[in-house]
């Protein structure tokens, strides 16, 4: 079987239309002549004998090709994994690395930024102060109108209308 196709492949490369070095076609009749050699000799030892020993040679080279492929095969799968476990590892550190300028950028906002947040606080706590003292002075007023208290309520009135003419004389001049 192997003769026929090394005889065969060797047909091909003489059919094909490229130029084919002398070299490679003298080492191809070569390597073709040596194994029908053994064959006859394996052969010439008896039908079962060198059908028996055709059989474990055989036999031999492809156990041995399948190692060979089984050894490739790990080979690729162990390359393959270390590069994704290189892959993880670079995206860990990439994220590692984001996160940590993540904080020190943070940091440095809340640094900046704190300090105006201390003021506005600050700033809104005083407002709610006015404001609750405003409506303190609204609620007095509102009882006293509820009261019904005329003096006050008179005062109360020429007050405001002394605030706004002069706010109209102002407006005038």
Known sequence: MRIVVLLLSLH??????????PRLLFATLRVLARRTEMMLKQWAGGD?????STVFT???KFVQES????????????????FILGDQLGSMKECFNS???????EAEHRKVYGAHEEKIAALEARVGK?????EAHLIKYA??????QGPVLKAMV????????????AELE
Do not use: N, P
């Not at 091909?12 to 070095?21: L, T």
């Not at 996160?99 to 950028?105: Q, S």
């Not at 009882?143 to 019904?148: C, N, R, V, W, Y």
């Open 12 to 21: 091909r490369i003489a059919k094909s239309k490229s130029v084919v070095e």
């Open 67 to 82: 190692v060979a492929k089984e050894e490739q095969l790990a080979s690729v799968k162990d390359s393959v994994m270390r």
């Open 130 to 134: 006015m404001i609750s003292h405003r």
């Open 158 to 169: 020429f007050s405001a209308w002394k605030d706004e003419s002069k706010g109209v004389k």
């Open 48 to 52: 079962s004998a060198g059908m028996i």
């Open 143 to 148: 009882e006293m109108l509820g009261s019904k």
């Open 99 to 105: 996160w940590k300028g993540y904080v020190v950028l």
């Open 58 to 60: 055989d036999w031999k």
